[in-house]
């Protein structure tokens, strides 16, 4: 079992930068792949970003691509998600996922088996 807790969330205007975390606790941590999805309302989760279980390989969405940079530190069980020139539609709740089978390429939701509770990230216009 692996707990994830996500914080950071916030309101900020267009344009603006904020930067999600994600506490791990349980089993190794080093040992899976991460991913950070969010969900709309109305809308589907849709993946946003994921790295490998080493840090050494990462993966984005193409609608947050040179915009948002997702990294990792095994030492301290965290993964964080540096947004930056953010968009209205980027508004969603942020959620993170832990996947055992190092696919951190794969962007279905199904493939992760844990999941944090979300941080409501809203951009203003």
């Known amino acids: 079992q692996v707990q994830l807790v996500e914080s950071g969330g916030g309101m900020v205007q267009a344009g603006g930068s904020l930067r999600l975390s994600c506490a791990a606790s349980?089993?190794?941590?080093?040992?899976?792949?991460m991913g950070w999805f969010r969900q709309a309302p109305g809308k589907d989760r849709e993946f946003v970003a994921g790295?490998?279980?080493?840090?050494?390989?990462?993966y984005y969405a193409d609608s947050v691509k040179g915009r948002f940079t997702i990294s990792r530190d095994n030492a301290k069980s965290t993964v964080d998600l540096h947004m930056n020139s953010l968009k209205p539609e980027d508004t969603a709740v942020y959620y993170c996922?832990?996947?055992?089978?190092?696919?951190?390429?794969?962007?279905?939701?199904?493939?992760?088996?844990?999941w944090g509770q979300g941080t409501q990230v809203t951009v203003s216009s």
């Open positions: 996922a832990a996947d055992r089978s190092d696919h951190y390429y794969d962007t279905r939701s199904e493939q992760y088996d844990y």
């Open positions: 790295i490998s279980w080493s840090g050494g390989n990462v």
């Open positions: 349980g089993r190794t941590f080093s040992s899976y792949a």
